[in-house]
């Protein structure tokens, strides 16, 4: 049987990871869903009426900002700027938020659309919901470990392009 990472373990260190982000660092993002029901395509995949989303639903997360680079081309000068966000996968739970691909963070009065996102940060290297095989002389691996984290590697995008309004107040 293993020595570490139960169930009590995995309690203690969600308390503390929730403690960290909650009320030490508490840094927040607006989380927009793309919406694929109401988003309206013409037979070439292109979207005529613009995106829609559902949102925005505020997070608590860990935030590693990249450094901004200002390319030239013919057109001007443009702004590549890239964020990873980390949520605690326990509160993407309780807000009922899946990330995907596509989806939008507002973060700093910017936008970022979601590129990748990285889903294997697991305490303890197990997985509780892969314990694998019943093994009679180590039982109970499905009370072991736990999925921590969902990391958002995202990139700037210009809010007309997104076409979300700030509503007036």
Not at 46 to 72: H, M, S
Request: aromatic share 12%; net charge negative.
């Amino acid at each position: 049987m293993a020595l570490f990472g139960s169930t009590r373990d995995v309690s203690m260190f969600r308390y503390v990871n929730r403690e960290l982000l909650w009320d030490i660092i508490t840094q927040q993002v607006g989380y927009y869903k793309y919406n694929l029901g109401q988003t309206k395509v013409n037979m070439y995949g292109e979207n005529v009426e613009g995106k829609f989303y559902i949102g925005p639903v505020l997070l608590n997360c860990l935030i590693d900002r990249n450094d901004q680079a200002f390319p030239t081309s013919d057109l001007g000068v443009d702004l590549n700027w890239g964020i990873e966000i980390a949520f605690l996968k326990d509160d993407l739970a309780g807000a009922n938020v899946v990330p995907e691909i596509g989806d939008v963070i507002m973060y700093n009065e910017g936008y970022f659309e979601v590129d990748n996102i990285i889903n294997n940060q697991l305490f303890v290297g197990k997985d509780p919901d892969y314990p694998n095989n019943v093994n009679p002389l180590n039982p109970g691996l499905q009370n072991f470990g736990w999925d921590v984290s969902i990391i958002c590697k995202t990139h700037y995008v210009p809010q007309d392009k997104v076409n979300l309004v700030k509503a007036r107040m």
